[in-house]
């Protein structure tokens, strides 16, 4: 052992010599590199552990005399400054005890040491004791822990069922699972470092929708909801729109301020908001089947009629009726509010025998007539019969009749909807073909079903007069409908310069809201 005078004073005799040759030894045979210090930071003893270390490193003002509060003033590191700090607080009184680890690596080899500083106990100077212990194997169990810990937790974010990334503060993407990146549609390093909030859309405070390129960043960062559910839109690179439930929560910060991140766990909801859908629009149509069948069981069903006009004679020469359903506070409703869940729940044939048997009372007065029937009716083999009777019972003429069906419904049942056509043509009534333009089929059913009338789809007719792709169709239809001695009706006309148009190019007849309104049955005048 290496002793100053300050330390070990005047030379003992006999008994003490023993005890202190005694104290040197059991200091020297310490593994820990130990020193003790003056309140000025001059080394004033060392073991040989400490002296071995300091020849070995070069570190040779690091023995008796050196000032160790100098060297490590000297060391341009943070860990210098922290013993230095740590050192002068013990010495001051201000700490008992400082204990500071570090890193001690050499190439090849990774090693950990803590320094251990403590006020010597007992009167007279101040002296403090310095040690320096390895620390290397706790460390490397320390990290091990730490590996398994985040394996751990790598496998069960890796086999959750709900997204989860991790945020920078300015909302893009550290991290993300795969369940993430399967929502996101975007794997690996394709997901890292794009903003998460950018696919987002959703609703401001105000109610306004949030922009799909809008940044929230800083102080807009609020946008999310901590700690709360929250729903929105997530945008996906193939432009779909996933319905999302997520959670957010802010990673704490080292210190304190703004959160340090983001902990974004998200979840597919589209099957939920399906479920959700499916349960009200069955709660909406379990309503209106109610107000149906109230409807015909209590006559609030009417029927409305809107002109055809003949384009050469400017003549109303039919109408067309079109139902109602009065309201308990007799208002009209729309057939585009109940006709859906009609289709839907096999009520369309029910309604559309009331409207046969209401509109053959009106032709029998002597109205020229079109009236619609469901896709549904046209399967029914027993139709023609009800009309067969109808026309007996009322004495219309089957002329003035025209069967008006979509070629949505000929799709649906083309073989029956070719033996209705038959059937009815056999009465002498008519058929019409509704819609024409807007499907890929219609030009081959002219082949094979006797069409009386086509009418041309309002998609072309209102943009008719600026649209010269909708000229060509109409003027195609009219040429078709010709070649087959079917004559064409146009609907939605709805200003002179498009009826004059179609004139122009050889359609025979018309309707909209330009030549008249639907009205009820009761007003119409007699053709």
């Avoid at 690179?237 to 990673?251: A, K, Q, T």
């Avoid at 149906?292 to 809107?306: C, T």
């Avoid at 070719?418 to 509704?434: S, V, Y």
Wanted: proline share 5%; charged share 25%.
């Amino acid at each position: 052992m290496e002793a100053g005078t300050e330390l070990l004073g005047p030379v003992p005799v006999g008994p003490l010599v023993e005890q202190t040759a005694l104290m040197a030894g059991v200091f020297d045979a310490l593994d820990a590199e130990t020193a003790v210090l003056d309140a000025d930071g001059t080394i004033v003893a060392v073991n040989d552990a400490w002296g071995r270390f300091g020849r070995e490193n070069g570190a040779l003002n690091s023995s008796v005399g050196g000032n160790y509060l100098e060297i490590c003033a000297q060391a341009d590191h943070p860990d210098a400054v922290a013993v230095f700090a740590g050192i002068q607080a013990v010495a001051d009184g201000h700490l008992t005890t400082f204990r500071h680890d570090y890193p001690c690596h050499s190439p090849g080899t990774r090693r950990w040491r803590r320094l251990t500083v403590t006020r010597f106990p007992g009167p007279g100077p101040v002296l403090i004791v310095v040690r320096h212990d390895s620390v290397t194997d706790e460390r490397f169990a320390a990290d091990a822990r730490v590996d398994r810990a985040q394996q751990r937790l790598r496998t069960v974010t890796d086999r959750m069922g709900d997204g989860l990334c991790t945020l920078d503060p300015r909302g893009r993407i550290t991290y993300v699972n795969p369940q993430g990146e399967r929502l996101l549609q975007a794997g690996g390093i394709h997901a890292l470092g794009g903003s998460f909030v950018n696919r987002l859309v959703g609703t401001r405070a105000d109610g306004s929708f949030r922009d799909q390129n809008e940044v929230l960043i800083g102080a807009d960062f609020e946008g999310f909801a901590l700690a709360t559910t929250t729903e929105e839109l997530l945008i996906r690179p193939d432009g779909s729109r996933l319905p999302i439930e997520y959670l957010v929560n802010p990673l704490p910060a080292e210190e304190h301020g703004e959160p340090d991140g983001w902990v974004v766990v998200f979840r597919d909801v589209s099957e939920r908001k399906r479920r959700e859908q499916l349960i009200h629009e069955r709660s909406g149509h379990a309503e209106w089947m109610a107000r149906i069948h109230d409807g015909l069981e209590n006559d609030r069903f009417v029927l409305f009629a809107q002109p055809i006009v003949d384009l050469a004679t400017r003549d109303i020469v039919q109408h067309e009726l079109l139902i109602r359903l009065k309201d308990t506070d007799g208002g009209l409703i729309g057939p585009g509010r109940f006709l859906p869940t009609a289709e839907a729940y096999g009520l369309a044939p029910v309604i559309d025998r009331w409207v046969i048997g209401r509109a053959f009372q009106i032709a029998a007065a002597g109205h020229a007539i079109e009236l619609n029937l469901s896709a549904k009716s046209l399967t029914d083999p027993s139709l023609p019969l009800l009309i067969e009777r109808q026309l007996e019972l009322t004495g219309a003429d089957p002329s003035r009749i025209v069967f008006e069906i979509t070629e949505t419904a000929l799709i649906e049942n083309d073989a029956a909807a070719c033996n209705f056509a038959q059937r009815i043509r056999t009465l002498g009534c008519k058929l019409a073909l509704d819609d024409f333009g807007t499907g890929y089929s219609g030009f081959t059913y002219l082949k094979n079903m006797p069409v009386d009338l086509l009418k041309i789809d309002m998609e072309f007719v209102r943009d008719a007069t600026r649209n010269p792709v909708s000229q060509h169709v109409i003027t195609a239809v009219v040429s078709l409908a010709a070649a087959f001695g079917i004559r064409t009706i146009a609907e939605g006309v709805e200003d002179l310069e498009t009826l004059e148009l179609l004139a122009s190019l050889g359609v025979d007849e018309a309707q909209g809201y330009y030549l008249g309104r639907p009205a009820p049955s009761e007003d119409m005048v007699l053709t």
